[in-house]
């Protein structure tokens, strides 16, 4: 023992290690032997549920086959004729008389026919009536378990079939089989010796059976599949009846190999632990006797003999050996190479520096090794020189203050810092100075140099010249500038282009609106001669042309500028282009032209896009075409584009007539390109000489989800006389607009003039000023029901004149205001409704779109005030007897207050729909005193009508407000001083 290390001899270490080598084996017999007999299970118990399988597939197909003979002959109408030679003939061509016999038996059992007797004459009874009730019970087949023949005594089997009239069993058809039959179909060349098969009924009767005959003589009451004394046992149970079928095989099947087995690999074992034993024990003794060589040998070495090696039959031996007897001869030559080993390294080391300095002096930044404290110049490489002009005298008076450029020297700082505080790397960039005066940018890469002695650099720093690189960044920042400044100098462009817009299209406007009101005025005045109505269609044809022109050149400028929106929707798509064609056919039909229109059936009825944008490319087309035409016909198709899904191809042609080549095309053809390219599109042109352009383009307009009914036909009105429409008033909404107040804000006298005579004639009353500070004035003296506010006016304009009438502390600041303006682009719009407008009217005014639009804001603030044979006599907005009680009772000034008070608390509640509702009864009681009946009554309602009732309180509360200044005057009140009144 050495050291508390056991030892034992190599012999035994040998014979340990066979023991240990046995372990293995023994194991693995073991678990292959387990391992065996789980497999051999398996594969036997799969080879028997294949057996099994079978056999139950073969019988049950057997079995349904005479189940479905049985069945037919069942059915035979010879059976209802009562003949039964006819029934006996058609039983024995269904079913071979050698394999099966059919019978036909009554329900007591008594049979009427028997194909296997010669006559049908003394036939026996049935057996088994119980199966005949089961049979009866179920109406349906019933396969028997094994019996015995009547006639023969044979083991037999039977198939029961009923015979079912008017829905009960009358009869029964019987399929009788020898058992033999049975054992005949579950012979298989997989069931031999030791396996066995059988067929058991549902009684326990073996119906038939094959292999060993004593492996299946047991009783069985249940299915049962598994190994019981040593017999391995799979079941199947039929889907036609409740047999069964069984198949196994012997112990000795699965036991017989498994010994055989387990002998020879006992045998084998023995035979590789002898041997193995015998080769261990001689091994180790060879072993055992190098050892001890290669022991003495090692001793030799440490006492500094060279070894010599020796051959062994042991392959490991002798090479350790040989290395033993190498190394004792390598020792002697190491030792005198050592010295040249050094002399070599410092050889190298020397070289080494030298490409180092030529490194240092051929690279093309500065390096400088900078001592401790004030950061003083160490060594330079030589590139230090030549970028910066300064020699070894030079650089032995230089400092970082005179070095560094002053505005830079903070920087210079900061790297020192954090250099100082251990952050290493620290970058920097900033003007040095040349020798000769000039500021150079360099950039420096410092760190600190770790490990270094006091007496030594603590600091490298790398410098680089990036004197033009900076001067490029100056001129790209430079070049920046200048684009950031065409960029504004193109955005002022846009906008001077938007508002030049705006401009013109406010100064054509305004003329064209006083041409049209006019000349609608003039045609209204009265009879007028043919050249007068001639000369005045022309007059309104010229307008409406330059209006499309503006509309075009404003469509452009939207389309261009990138505020072009499309706004999708479900239509009819036949609606929409018919209603073009009918827009557009009166025009044609001056000219001699026929407008054809052709849809294809199959299109859909409704379709998903932007119904106001086809119409505008298709009018826009129409009118090109029409514009030299003269006589012909001219035809809008539409059909599905093949091999495109939902895309409608629009065709525009036209044959015969005279259209000279046009000159120019004008806007109308430009504006329906470029739509047709926002809506995914692409116009083609085709031009003849002697004819107009035809026009092709496809889009993609999906089938709408909403279904659309046709629309329902309308019948033209009758042409009016002449003399009784010249003193009839003109279609509008007239009758709404009567009596109303409107206060009219414009600067033109013309417009004043024009807009004045139209309202007069549909019976409004019509106040003017000229200005918007004006209008402020005229809406607190007397609140009007609407204001139409010119947007363009000088001194005011209408947008501050709105934005401050809304900000009035005055029930006038509820009036509607509808602006007049010629800028109609989004932007100018837009704004319109920011200043509170609450619609807009665009000029040139026409009659029916103004009365139309004031009537639709009308009825927010105006009950309809029609004459009194008409309605009964409404009730009074405020109630003067009982205001004068209150007056009698406060007086003058407190009533005046108390009733601001109640107006302001009105402004509080109506703005929430929840807190009116929840202090109607409260407001009412309170409006009530003050004589307010009107909306006390309709405040009364509001718990139960609803949504009606709520806009009738607003109403109400509207009508206070336009009789407070009759009543208190118009000054502003304090909700919070006023409120105590109530």
């Known amino acids: 023992m050495t050291g508390g290390v056991r030892s034992r001899p190599l012999v035994v270490s040998f014979a340990l290690f066979a023991l240990a080598l046995m372990v293995p084996p023994a194991t693995v017999a073991v678990v292959a032997t387990r391992w065996y007999v789980i497999s051999e299970q398996e594969r036997l118990s799969h080879t028997l549920a294949l057996i099994a399988e079978e056999i139950r597939s073969r019988i049950d197909h057997d079995l349904a086959q005479m189940e479905t003979v049985a069945r037919t002959l069942a059915a035979s ?53 119980d199966l005949i009730a089961r049979l009866v019970a179920t109406r349906r087949p019933v396969i028997s378990g094994l019996m015995s023949s009547p006639l023969t005594g044979r083991p037999i089997v039977s198939v029961f079939a009923p015979v079912i009239r008017d829905g009960a069993v009358v009869r029964l058809v019987a399929l009788v089989a020898l058992a033999d039959r049975f054992e005949a179909l579950i012979r298989s060349p997989h069931v031999t010796d030791p396996y066995w098969a059988s067929v058991i009924d549902g009684n326990g009767e073996v119906v038939a059976r094959i292999g060993q005959a004593d492996a299946v003589d047991e009783p069985t009451s249940a299915s049962q599949s598994g190994a019981e004394d040593g017999i391995l046992r799979i079941e199947e149970t039929s889907r036609l009846s409740d047999w069964r079928f069984a198949t196994g095989v012997g112990r000795d099947a699965l036991e017989a190999p498994l010994r055989r087995s387990l002998l020879l690999l006992l045998t084998f074992a023995l035979a590789l632990i002898g041997l193995g034993g015998w080769f261990a024990l001689r091994t180790a003794r060879r072993i055992a006797r190098a050892a001890a060589r290669l022991a003495a040998e090692a001793e030799g070495i440490g006492r500094g003999e060279v070894v010599a090696a020796q051959d062994s039959v042991i392959r490991e031996v002798r090479v350790v050996e040989h290395a033993l007897a190498s190394a004792s001869r390598t020792l002697h030559d190491q030792r005198a190479a050592l010295d040249a080993a050094q002399a070599a390294l410092a050889a190298r080391a020397e070289a080494s520096q030298s490409r180092f300095r030529m490194l240092a002096d051929n690279v093309g930044d500065i390096i400088v090794l900078f001592g401790a404290g004030a950061w003083t110049f160490g060594e330079v490489s030589p590139s230090f020189e030549r970028m910066l002009g300064y020699d070894a ?81 100056d001129e790209l920042r430079l070049a920046c500038d200048m684009a950031e400044l065409a960029k504004a100098k193109a955005e002022n462009a846009s906008r001077a282009k938007s508002e030049f817009l705006a401009m013109m299209s406010h100064e054509i406007r305004t003329p064209l609106a006083t041409i049209r009101g006019y000349a609608e005025l003039l045609g209204s005045s009265g009879p007028l001669s043919a050249e007068q109505a001639r000369s005045l269609a022309r007059v309104s044809e010229a307008t409406g042309t330059m209006l499309t022109a503006v509309d075009d050149i404003l469509d452009v400028a939207r389309i261009e500028a990138g505020d072009f929106q499309l706004r999708e929707e479900d239509f009819s798509l036949a609606e929409a282009v018919e209603s073009v064609t009918a827009f557009v056919r009166p025009a044609a039909a001056e000219k001699g032209v026929t407008l054809g229109l052709s849809i294809e ?129 003109p279609p509008t909404a007239g009758g709404l607009l009567a009596g109303a107040k409107i206060l009219l804000v414009e600067d033109h006298t013309i417009n004043q003039a024009l807009i004045r005579r139209l309202l007069e004639r549909q019976g409004c009353r019509v106040a003017v000023v000229e200005d918007g500070a004006a209008a402020i004035e005229a809406v607190q003296a007397h609140i009007p029901d609407l204001v139409l506010m010119d947007v363009q006016m000088p001194g005011m304009d209408g947008l501050t004149a709105t934005r401050r009438i809304r900000a009035l502390p005055h029930p006038c600041r509820h009036v509607p205001i509808l602006g007049l303006t010629a800028n109609v682009l989004p932007e100018q719009v837009y704004a319109i409704r920011e200043a509170g407008m609450n619609g807009h009217i665009a000029k040139p005014v026409d009659r029916d779109r103004l009365c139309a639009a004031i009537a639709e804001h009308l009825p927010a603030v105006m009950l309809a005030e029609v004459p009194a044979t008409t309605t009964p006599a409404s009730m009074p907005v405020i109630d003067r007897a009982a205001y004068d009680r209150l007056v009698g009772s ?50 009364d309602g509001l718990e139960q009508d609803g949504d009606a009732a709520l806009r009738r309180c607003h109403v109400a509360r509207d009508l206070v407000g336009r009789a407070m200044d009759e009543l208190v005057g118009v000054a502003p009140v304090e909700v919070s001083a006023l409120i105590a009144h109530l």
Request: with cysteine; glycine share 8%.
């Open 601 to 729: 059936p199959e299109l859909p009825r409704a379709v998903r896009g932007d119904p106001r944008r086809l119409r505008q490319i298709l009018l826009n087309l129409l009118n090109v075409n029409l514009r030299e035409r003269r006589g012909g016909l001219v035809t809008l198709s539409l059909y599905a584009l093949r091999g495109a899904e939902n895309r409608i191809s629009f065709a525009l042609t036209g044959s015969g007539g005279h259209a000279p080549p046009a000159e120019r095309n004008g806007l109308g053809l430009a504006i329906a390109g470029r739509l047709i390219a926002r809506m995914g599109g692409r116009l083609e042109t085709v031009s003849f000489a002697g004819e107009a352009s035809s026009h092709r383009f496809s889009l993609h307009l999906p089938a709408a989800e909403t279904a659309f009914a046709p629309a329902a036909p309308q019948t033209a009105p009758a042409e009016p006389d002449a003399t009784a429409a010249a003193d009839a008033e």
């Open 77 to 129: 109408p010879s059976i209802d004729a009562g003949d039964l030679a006819a029934f006996r003939i058609q039983a024995l061509a269904s079913f071979d008389p050698a394999e099966a016999t059919v019978t036909l038996a009554d329900l007591d059992g008594r049979q009427r026919v028997n194909t296997r007797a010669s006559d049908d004459s003394a036939l026996p009874t049935l057996p088994r009536p």
């Open 890 to 939: 406060l007086g003058t000034e407190s009533a005046r207050g108390a009733l601001r008070g109640f107006v302001a608390l009105l402004d509080v509640t109506f703005s929430d729909a929840a807190i009116l509702r929840a202090e109607a009864p409260t407001i009412a009681s309170g409006a009530r005193r003050f004589g307010l009946t009107d909306l006390a009554a309709a405040l």
């Open 393 to 473: 005298a030079a650089r032995a008076g230089l400092t970082l203050t005179g070095f560094v450029h002053p505005e830079d020297r903070r920087i210079v700082e900061d790297m020192r810092a954090a250099l100082s505080t251990g952050q290493s790397p620290a970058t920097g960039l900033f003007r040095a100075r040349h020798r000769d005066g000039a500021w150079l940018w360099l950039e420096c890469v410092s760190s600190r140099i770790e490990g270094a002695d006091p007496s030594e650099p603590q600091v490298i720093a790398v410098m680089r010249d990036v004197t033009a690189r900076k001067q490029q960044a």
